[in-house]
């Protein structure tokens, strides 16, 4: 299994022996937030090949405890039996029929009893499919353009909010207007300032940014969120992809206050199998049926199978008290390790979906050499993404994994770092990686979003 204190360092022999390949034929190599350079090139493993639990194997052969849960869809363990059970049941049925089947209508059923505003639901298959269909709703409903953002805020890879800079037109954005997150002033003049046009303001309930801390939202900031959107008869779009149901049963304006009138859940909704969902009001459904949704896949039986399980778990075991629970027992065992090594840390974001990082790294090149260390203890974290609790995380796990970033801080309080600049496949520096267009940041990205 994982290896033990004193250990050799682990070997990625296949997992840059595959990148290399990938390089080849896959712009990239590996892209998106998985790409070698977004991490740590060079000191994590760049394929996976089994999960189990709370722990992942890669193409090396090297185990994991993961505090990342594939990003977020994670939330009650890999292949945990019951979803299993009841995802492979509808796919021994087919897959991709002519017609949805009646688990479409089930599973709406399950998200508008359960979800207190909602009245109807859609599905598809990613995040970004419904966030960018909501704000289409949004408009549809208003007769108008404009739509309010959070600055820094990921609502997927769409032109008008992809964080990336390729292929964009000036033109995407032209509708788009970012105010900075709890900036109660910074909202109001912008409803001010574009007053009858704006069709919605777009919310992740708190603000987990790459690259930076996570930030609650004020009592004051949800107030005026809900209070501006009724004054100027805007929607209130809660994109709640990452965080849905890690942590509450019904949605997570229910624990902030938000008054949404669409929300958008994804990555905990089937633990791992894709799906995403829309929900709304009634006043609303008649416009909704006028914006055009559908997707070869997103009839797909399997992954609504799959969310109706995950749900009924999540509730039945209220996974979000053993999430929040699990993750303040690992977040303050960790801070401590790090006082105790003499290394400051500072966590930020609700317990079930930490962002831990070293104090006074403006450039988190300190927190890349505490991810590397962990990984190398054999604990996969992400020096610039808050992290994801998984409910198959017991006591046990949590204590194991402290005494592993145990050793990681005391590697690193000695002054141990790894080398993730060289020519290592991935890095920069890669003359594979360059040649393929696959050049990323390291640190934080230099450009701001280009916005309205
Ligand atoms: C808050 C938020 N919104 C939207 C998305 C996009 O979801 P997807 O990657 O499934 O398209 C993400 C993905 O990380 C997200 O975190």
């Given at each position: 299994m994982v290896k033990k204190s004193g250990?050799?360092?682990?070997?990625?022999?296949?997992?840059?022996?595959?990148?290399?390949?990938?390089?080849?034929?896959?712009?990239?190599?590996?892209?998106?937030?998985?790409?070698?350079?977004?991490?740590?090139?060079?000191?994590?493993?760049?394929?996976?090949?089994?999960?189990?639990?709370?722990?992942?194997?890669?193409?090396?052969?090297?185990?994991?405890?993961?505090?990342m849960g594939g990003y977020g869809p994670i939330v009650l363990g890999y292949h945990h039996p019951e979803v299993e059970a009841a995802a492979d049941a509808a796919r021994a049925r087919g897959a991709a029929f002519n017609h949805p089947t009646a688990l479409l209508v089930e599973l709406a059923e399950a998200l508008t009893a359960r979800i207190d505003f909602a009245d109807w639901a859609v599905f598809g298959k990613n995040g970004a499919d419904l966030t960018n269909w909501a704000i289409m709703v949004a408009r549809e409903v208003t007769g108008r353009?404009?739509?309010?953002?959070i600055a820094g805020a990921y609502h997927g890879t769409q032109a008008w909010c992809?964080?990336?800079?390729?292929?964009?037109?000036?033109?995407?954005?032209?509708?788009?207007?970012?105010?900075?997150?709890?900036?109660?002033?910074?909202?109001?003049?912008?409803?001010a300032r574009h007053r009858g046009a704006v069709a919605g303001l777009i919310l992740t309930p708190f603000h987990h940014p790459a690259y930076d801390d996570s930030v609650l939202p004020t009592p004051e900031f949800v107030a005026a969120a809900n209070r501006l959107c009724r004054e100027h008869g805007a929607l209130l779009i809660l994109d709640d992809v990452r965080c849905g149901f890690r942590l509450s049963t019904d949605g997570s304006h229910t624990v902030y206050g938000y008054t949404p009138d669409l929300a958008v859940y994804c990555k905990a909704l089937a633990n791992g199998h894709p799906l995403s969902a829309c929900v709304g009001r009634a006043e609303h459904q008649a416009a909704a049926s006028r914006v055009f949704l559908t997707g070869s896949y997103w009839n797909d039986p399997a992954p609504m199978a799959a969310a109706l399980a995950t749900l009924t778990i999540i509730a039945r075991d209220n996974i979000p008290q053993k999430l929040a629970a699990t993750g303040q027992r690992l977040v303050d065992g960790w801070l401590a390790l790090g006082k105790k090594h003499g290394i400051p840390l500072i966590a930020s974001g609700p317990p079930a979906m930490p962002y831990v990082r070293v104090a006074d790294d403006p450039s988190l090149l300190r927190t890349q050499h505490l991810c590397a260390a962990a990984v190398a203890e054999g604990v996969f974290i992400h020096p610039h993404?808050?992290?994801?609790?998984?409910?198959?995380?017991?006591?046990?796990?949590?204590?194991?994994?402290?005494?592993?970033?145990?050793?990681?801080?005391?590697?690193?309080?000695?002054?141990?770092?790894?080398?993730?600049?060289?020519?290592?496949?991935?890095?920069?520096?890669?003359?594979?990686?360059?040649?393929?267009?696959?050049?990323?940041?390291?640190?934080?990205?230099?450009?701001?979003?280009?916005?309205?």
């Open positions: 250990s050799a360092p682990l070997n990625f022999t296949q997992s840059h022996a595959l990148f290399r390949r990938a390089a080849a034929v896959i712009p990239g190599g590996i892209y998106g937030h998985t790409a070698p350079a977004a991490t740590v090139p060079g000191a994590v493993p760049y394929f996976a090949a089994e999960g189990f639990g709370c722990r992942y194997r890669d193409v090396d052969g090297n185990t994991f405890i993961d505090l353009p404009k739509i309010l953002k992809t964080p990336g800079h390729g292929g964009l037109l000036p033109e995407d954005r032209a509708h788009i207007h970012e105010f900075a997150f709890n900036d109660v002033a910074g909202l109001e003049a912008l409803f993404h808050n992290g994801f609790i998984s409910a198959a995380m017991t006591a046990a796990d949590v204590d194991e994994t402290l005494e592993r970033l145990d050793r990681a801080l005391a590697k690193l309080a000695a002054g141990g770092q790894v080398a993730q600049t060289s020519s290592l496949p991935g890095s920069p520096s890669d003359a594979g990686a360059k040649q393929t267009g696959s050049l990323r940041y390291l640190r934080k990205p230099p450009v701001p979003l280009p916005c309205a």
